[in-house]
């Protein structure tokens, strides 16, 4: 079982910046491959980006060059450096865990809503 709680979210103005933070409870952490997504009203939930325990990434393309996850497994923690927000940007922001082998272990925290406005 994985425990996810997100923080840092918050209102910006377009071409600002955030940092998201998740903390992960709960046993080997390094197993899992951890991520970022985003909702928004109206819309399903889509992928914003991912990163393996070895580091390797994947970022959606609408995000890429703006937004770096990064993640420390001695923490715990995962987090999504977000820069030249635009309002597109904004939706909820979800942490998932996936476990590298055992896909249906895969949890999700509470979210944390990020709005990029004027």
């Known amino acids: 079982q994985v425990q996810l709680v997100e923080s840092g979210g918050g209102l910006v103005q377009p071409g600002g910046s955030l940092r998201l933070s998740c903390a992960a409870s709960?046993?080997?952490?390094?197993?899992?491959?951890m991520g970022w997504y985003c909702q928004a009203p109206g819309k399903q939930r889509e992928l914003v980006a991912t990163?393996?325990?070895?580091?390797?990434?994947n970022y959606a393309n609408s995000v890429k060059g703006r937004f770096t996850i990064s993640r420390d497994n001695a923490k715990k923690m995962v987090y999504l450096q977000m820069n030249s927000l635009k309002p597109e940007d904004t939706a909820g922001y979800y942490c998932n865990a996936v476990h590298r082998t055992l896909p249906s272990m895969n949890y999700w925290g509470q979210g944390t809503q990020v709005t990029v406005s004027p």
């Open positions: 709960g046993r080997d952490f390094s197993l899992y491959v």
């Open positions: 990163m393996t325990a070895g580091g390797t990434t």
